[in-house]
């Protein structure tokens, strides 16, 4: 049998890939849907304080990019015997 390049591998591997994958998708993603709530709460006068701050935004922006770093971290490791 093959010996895997990679530490993390099989089915372990295929599920920190799919949660990595959301993850970049949301990022991805986010700026779009927060000025679209921004917008929509502006056309339609309504209360924002519901509405998540641009600093909050860029703060919870970080936190998901820190973790698309650390799994592209795990992921990249060698298998080494």
Known sequence: MNE??????????????????ELKRFVKNFWHYHQLDKDMYS???CDS?????DTQANVKVNKVSKQIE???EKLS???NN
């Open 70 to 72: 650390e799994i592209e």
């Open 77 to 79: 490791i060698l298998y």
């Open 49 to 53: 304080s519901n509405l998540m701050s």
């Open 4 to 21: 895997p390049i990679y530490k993390i591998h099989g089915l372990e591997r295929r599920e920190l890939k799919k949660e990595l994958s």
């Open 43 to 45: 056309f339609y006068n």
